[in-house]
């Protein structure tokens, strides 16, 4: 099992470098490090006073794996899932935040758990978790992976900005964000290509 360095390590390569893309809502991003979260954890890098986009390419990928480790991993409370699972939370957290716990929440609830669905992964999600992989050890992991799909053709569903992150703009296929969620989900499980374009083809 990998470690939560190496999981992060892995995170910042996938994220990539320096990118200010007017249809991506985070704003200035560099290897996964948005300018909100600069700002939230009130980090001026270059020491002029104020966090701005010159911070944010002032990050480094060390600098980086450090804050997806403290300010994500591990004040997220993800060390209570079960281990297999930590990986694709991991990942899918530094995407969308608490958006991550909501949709392992959602889940769980499908599977017949009892847990609200906060994005906050307390005592009663943690053990809630914990039960629903220990009942299904062999399928927690892809049906996360596979829900965090979902989620994604579900935000180009409703926003049109964001379709080109899930689907390729060059020749229809996957985009990044489906690629992204498949990398944590068995083969078996993945959708080819003609299944990708199905399900995209109400976008036009």
Known sequence: MKTIAEIAREIVAREGGYSDDPDDPGGATKHGV????LRRLGLDLD????VDA??????????????????YFEAANLAALPEPLQASVFDMYVNAGG??????????NQMGQDVAVDGVLGPQTAA?????????????????????RNFYYALGDGRPQSRKYARRESDGGKGGWIKRAEEFISPRFHLSDAEHRARVAAWG
């Open 99 to 108: 958006g991550a716990v909501r949709i392992l929440q959602r889940l769980l």
């Open 47 to 50: 020491g002029d006073g104020r």
């Open 128 to 148: 809630a978790t914990q039960a629903a992989f220990a009942a299904a050890p062999g399928h927690l992991v892809d049906a996360y992976g596979v829900a965090r």
């Open 34 to 37: 948005t300018i909100g979260t």
């Open 54 to 71: 010159a911070d944010v390419r002032a990050v480094t990928a060390a600098e980086a794996e450090d804050i997806f480790i403290r300010h």
